[in-house]
């Protein structure tokens, strides 16, 4: 079945620590997107790729990078610059612009 | 930059009882999508709506794009306990990427 992966379900991770969260579609969508969830925030975009080795910054960029050297995987890299990394992330695909979302079942990043 | 705004926060019905809720844009949108994220879930892809004054109907849902398609509204009929979750709404404005509402979570009891 076609679809998007992310793992893991739960991380935790200390202060300081870069972590990276993965997301894999076989979907064959060119664009993927990532999106943080806060309670009571909706879902505020990060960053997203329209194809492969090209990506663009979002609303809350600051603190995180991602890349895009295949199609199907867009790596998420929390870093210790985020000031506020505990959050549910979750990743999408889609075929292109105007089409819906396919969302990954989130990663839910707790970092003490 | 592009804000869509959704409204209310949350609704608590009884089972049988209709819900609404409501999503305006401060810029005009080329197309709305509407996603439901049940508790514990992720958000999955309900409809989309293209032209001014569309509607279209899945069941007991009802979704209708404004004229000046910068609003949105999605109804359901005579609520199930099924109906649990939250709705967003996600405006595609000038930008490549989706903007979402903060959702409207959806209480139903029995």
């Known amino acids: 079945d076609g679809g998007i992966t992310q793992s893991p379900k739960y991380l935790f991770r200390k202060e300081g620590q870069n972590v990276t969260l993965s997301c894999e579609q076989n979907?064959?969508?060119?664009?993927m997107y990532w999106y943080r969830q806060d309670p009571g925030q909706g879902l505020r975009l990060i960053y997203y790729?329209?194809?492969?080795?090209?990506?663009q910054k979002g609303d809350i960029a600051e603190g995180y990078s991602v890349s895009r050297e295949k199609k199907e995987s867009f790596p998420l890299t929390v870093t210790s610059a985020q000031k506020n990394p505990t959050a549910f992330y979750l990743c999408?695909?889609?075929?292109?612009?105007?089409?819906?979302?396919?969302f990954g079942s989130g990663t839910r990043l707790t970092v003490v | 930059g592009q804000q869509v705004m959704q409204i209310p926060q949350y609704q608590h019905v009884q089972e049988g009882e209709d819900f609404t809720t409501y999503c305006n844009s401060s810029?005009?949108?080329?197309?709305i999508q509407w996603y439901k994220q049940r508790p514990g879930g992720h958000p999955v892809f309900l409809i989309q709506?293209?032209?001014?004054?569309e509607v279209k109907k899945q069941k007991r849902l009802t979704f209708q794009f404004g004229e000046a398609k910068k609003n949105s509204s999605l109804h359901i009929t005579a609520t199930q306990t099924t109906d649990v979750g939250t709705y967003f709404c996600?405006?595609?404005?000038?930008?490549?990427?989706?903007?979402f509402g903060k959702g409207t979570s959806l209480l139903v009891t029995p």
């Open positions: 999408a695909s889609s075929v292109d612009r105007d089409y819906g979302y396919t």
């Open positions: 979907l064959n969508h060119d664009a």
């Open positions: 790729s329209q194809i492969v080795n090209d990506f």
């Open positions: 810029t005009t949108l080329s197309n």
């Open positions: 709506l293209v032209k001014s004054g």
């Open positions: 996600a405006g595609q404005g000038s930008g490549y990427a989706l903007n």
